[in-house]
């Protein structure tokens, strides 16, 4: 057993073994993870041992709205209308989470709907409520010294049982690296929306992209690094830096996330990577 404080003011909490290498697990998981559909996929691993719930909302400062942005990941059937709700930056359960949260000296905090609904719950909550849900845990992060400039805020949801205390401990634990890996998502998927259209006709360009090249490519757009393609096509880092500055070149794009999607607008992956003929390694 391991033992963590969380409160000074409370009695020293206990994690397990299991626990503990869960959290460590989850961190080193959470280092490769660059899109959106890779963190739906992270947060259902070890994360979702440590707390399970259904239902994460995920927000992150956007400085073009000069607000949090949020999105919704949900592992089993949810309303529509209740995850437009949780997308709605404004919306007064968002808002009361947020204030809570600042009241409570940017710990994390919980709602719980297994108490009578009180008469001022919003339509947000209401919904919740009628899906089952428990109770909601919320927690974030603010720049340094100004705790009001909330950085990327979290939501996590659950119809099975109220969060215990030693969840909520895992949860800071883990808040540090939920909120870089959430930011790096952001950072990766607003690159790849700002790409210029991809140039549809390269044929010589099409035509001179070897094979190895093409496997090259394929985990490019999963986001490898150098040494992770090296190791899985044995060679070395090196050699796979010049097989990137040659794609580039050939393809006319100006880095990889470009390669990529010009890769993709001329259906350079179709045949390439098949399932089982190759398996990037994770660390």
Known sequence: MTRLPSDPAQTTLVLTDSQVEAIVSSAEAGLDVRRRYQFFVWIQGSLQVLLPHQLTVCGAYARTRHELQFETFNSVPVDAELLSGFTDSRSPLLTQLQEMWLRARCKPVTLNFEIPPQDNESALQEL????????????GVSRPQRPNEIETFFVLASQTAPFTPRQRLCLELLLPHMHSTWQRVQVVERELRELPPPQ???PASASQITERERQILSWLREGCSNPQIGETLGISALTVKNHVQKILRKLGAANRAQAVAIAISLNLLSSSARPGELTPTRR
């Open 128 to 139: 919740l409520r009628s899906a089952g849900f428990k109770e909601l845990l919320a927690h």
């Open 200 to 202: 549809m006709a390269r």
